[in-house]
């Protein structure tokens, strides 16, 4: 999945997400001692003064970890200075506890720590120190016949609990965020899921969902499983087998599509 050089222009609620944050920062930056070079320091290395202004003047999108920052040294909630991330964090929260919009006191310590997003209060006041950020790809993996990526670049990231990636084993590092497209993997993945994919785990194992990709078929999501003498069949879980058939590969053919990770999260467990 390579970066385009090339960036997208910004949506109306990122420019308005830059007025805010531009606001608050003139109203607050005497009282607290900020600088756009201190914001700079605490977004991370090789990070310049010059590309905090550009998050204020409406030239990049703020992601989740820059607004988190942005919040945290300027004492305010998420929320005041982008309310659409805290609402997708919040309804991403919310799938997880049977697609019900769960208010954020309704959470319980138990429950926020058993889910991967920040979950209840969590949105309002995240840490760098609690929350690792995953970033997210234009790119999308077709669960159904095929999808070429010509064009791939970083659109934000998203935050999972550290916690729960250490639980499940999983290197940040090693993970991305994609989009699942079409209907061949429903109902464990439905069109438009967000898909977490370990690019650290490309070897084969039988019941198990990938990412793959070869010449003729492009970028796909199927599961997996492993057949008698060395076969392995590539399996979509929509049970319609007429319009969603297996294909069955050789040792040789299996060589031929290029695992590219394991999908170890889509909104939940898998």
């Known amino acids: 999945m390579k970066k385009d050089s090339r960036r997208l222009p910004l949506s109306d609620w990122q420019l308005q997400d830059s007025e805010r944050l531009k606001a608050i920062f003139q109203e607050k930056r005497g009282a607290l001692k900020l600088t756009q ?3 700079a320091a605490e977004l991370g290395d090789g990070v310049t003064q010059g ?10 999108a703020l992601s989740i970890k820059a607004a988190t920052v942005f919040a945290r040294m300027l004492q305010v909630p998420v929320s005041e200075i982008s309310p659409t991330l805290a609402t997708q964090v919040q309804k991403m929260a919310s799938s997880l506890d049977g697609g019900r919009d769960v208010p954020p006191s309704t959470l319980t310590s138990k429950e926020a720590a058993n ?22 790809y234009t790119a999308r993996a077709a669960a159904g016949g095929g999808h070429d990526n010509p064009h791939v670049e970083i659109r934000s990231t998203l935050a999972f609990k550290k916690e729960w990636l250490r639980v499940k084993g999983l290197n940040p590092k090693s ?28 070897e084969p194992t039988s019941g198990h969902i ?9 970028v796909i999501v199927k599961r997996l499983i492993q057949a008698a003498l060395g076969n392995w069949i ?8 007429g319009e969603f058939p297996d294909q069955v590969l050789s040792r040789n053919e299996i060589n031929e599509h290029r695992i590219i990770g394991r999908v170890v999260w889509r909104g939940g467990d898998l």
């Not at 590309?51 to 990049?60: E, I, K, L, Q, Y």
């Not at 109902?187 to 690019?199: A, C, K, R």
């Open 37 to 39: 070079e201190k914001i």
């Open 51 to 60: 590309a905090v202004s550009h998050f204020m003047n409406g030239r990049t």
């Open 115 to 136: 889910t991967p997003l920040p979950a209840g209060e969590d949105i309002h006041e995240p840490t760098d120190e609690r929350y690792a950020f995953i970033p997210q």
């Open 175 to 202: 993970l991305k965020v994609i989009y699942a497209d079409g209907d061949s993997m429903w109902p464990t993945v439905s069109d438009h899921d967000v898909l977490l994919v370990d690019e650290s785990r490309i």
């Open 210 to 218: 990938y990412v793959l990709a070869s010449a003729d078929k492009g």
């Open 234 to 241: 590539i399996r979509s879980d929509n049970e319609d087998k």
